[in-house]
């Protein structure tokens, strides 16, 4: 079992910035690949990035430069900075565990919004 707790979201007007974590408990940290989605009003969650056991890391196109995924294993969280917000990045952000690093994200946090205003 993996339990996972986001926090970090809120309104910020566009361009602004804002740092998303992920505290994750249970399965030892260090054994599973970890990934932001997001879910935005009236569409299909999306993906967002995702972090290897190794560290490598994967973004959706439409973050790529602007957003950064990071993990500390010391403290057990995942975190999800974003820079140059936009509106269009508006959505529920949510933290996923994949603990058989086979994309098939068995755990899933609660979410947190994240608001952009024009």
């Known amino acids: 079992q993996v339990q996972l707790v986001e926090s970090g979201g809120g309104l910020v007007e566009a361009g602004g910035s804002l740092r998303l974590s992920c505290a994750a408990s249970?399965?030892?940290?260090?054994?599973?690949?970890l990934a932001w989605f997001r879910q935005a009003p009236g569409k299909e969650r999306e993906f967002v990035a995702r972090?290897?056991?190794?560290?490598?890391?994967t973004y959706t196109d439409s973050v790529k430069g602007r957003f950064t995924i990071s993990r500390d294993s010391a403290k057990n969280t995942v975190y999800l900075q974003m820079n140059s917000l936009k509106p269009e990045d508006t959505a529920v952000y949510y933290c996923?565990?994949?603990?058989?690093?086979?994309?098939?994200?068995?755990?899933w946090g609660q979410g947190t919004q994240v608001t952009v205003s024009s």
């Open positions: 996923a565990a994949d603990v058989n690093t086979d994309f098939s994200y068995e755990y």
């Open positions: 249970g399965r030892p940290f260090s054994n599973y690949a």
């Open positions: 972090i290897t056991l190794g560290g490598r890391y």
